[in-house]
């Protein structure tokens, strides 16, 4: 069972030729199994992001170094994808930190590539019939200005931005948390 908490709706702030768009989402899941069990489900990051919606993919680049890779698409044909370098630091049972990293190797995508900032934390707790996993993922992205919208006002691209992170927010943590409530039952079961 998952239970959402929390959604802090986006900002937006307009630079350039760059929006900047933050968001954050907690969540609450439910699992009828020992803490240990979710702490190991948990600990294979990559097999958790790959559930994202838009996830391209997920992948480790060095030890406890990840690199996710977001796709989009601007609604023009255009082709876009956010890069998020993480660092993970585990405390055993406990808790798994998730923390931007900047040493991620070279990318070579086609499109418009853009790097972002991605913090997440996996908390875990250990209830009498189960665990509960609190899930809090912080996102920070600069998204280059597509240039058929380098006209259009400030206030609208805000808006715009606005809506829009808010709605990707929203389907990616509705689809994330679906994803991970089948899949850890999945998982969970060829592990027993």
Request: proline fraction near 9%.
């Given at each position: 069972?998952?239970?959402?908490?929390?959604?802090?709706?986006?900002?937006?702030?307009?630079?350039?030729?760059?929006?900047?768009?933050?968001?954050?989402?907690?969540?609450?899941?439910?699992?009828?199994?020992?803490?240990?069990?979710?702490?190991?489900?948990?600990?294979?990051?990559?097999?958790?992001?790959?559930?994202?919606?838009?996830?391209?993919?997920?992948?480790?680049?060095?030890?406890?170094?990840?690199?996710?890779?977001?796709?989009?698409?601007?609604?023009?044909?255009?082709?876009?994808?956010?890069?998020?370098?993480?660092?993970?630091?585990?405390?055993?049972?406990?808790?798994?930190?998730?923390?931007?990293?900047?040493?991620?190797?070279?990318?070579?995508?086609?499109?418009?590539?853009?790097?972002?900032?991605?913090?997440?934390?996996?908390?875990?707790?250990?209830?009498?019939?189960?665990?509960?996993?609190?899930?809090?993922?912080?996102?920070?992205?600069?998204?280059?200005?597509?240039?058929?919208?380098?006209?259009?006002?400030?206030?609208?691209?805000?808006?715009?931005?606005?809506?829009?992170?808010?709605?990707?927010m929203t389907q990616m943590v509705g689809g994330f948390t679906r994803g991970i409530s089948a899949d850890f039952h999945a998982w969970a079961g060829v592990a027993?």
């Open positions: 069972m998952s239970v959402p908490r929390q959604f802090r709706a986006p900002a937006l702030q307009v630079r350039g030729r760059y929006i900047d768009l933050g968001g954050q989402a907690v969540h609450i899941f439910r699992f009828d199994t020992p803490v240990a069990t979710a702490y190991e489900y948990f600990c294979d990051v990559p097999a958790i992001f790959r559930l994202l919606p838009d996830s391209l993919d997920c992948y480790s680049y060095a030890p406890d170094r990840y690199r996710l890779v977001v796709g989009a698409t601007d609604g023009h044909g255009h082709n876009m994808a956010a890069i998020f370098d993480l660092h993970a630091h585990h405390e055993p049972g406990q808790a798994i930190h998730l923390l931007p990293a900047s040493d991620g190797p070279p990318y070579d995508l086609n499109g418009v590539i853009f790097p972002g900032k991605l913090s997440a934390e996996a908390n875990f707790q250990p209830e009498s019939n189960g665990t509960t996993v609190e899930y809090i993922v912080d996102i920070d992205l600069s998204i280059p200005v597509p240039g058929f919208l380098n006209l259009m006002p400030t206030s609208f691209l805000q808006a715009l931005g606005e809506r829009t992170m808010e709605y990707k027993e």
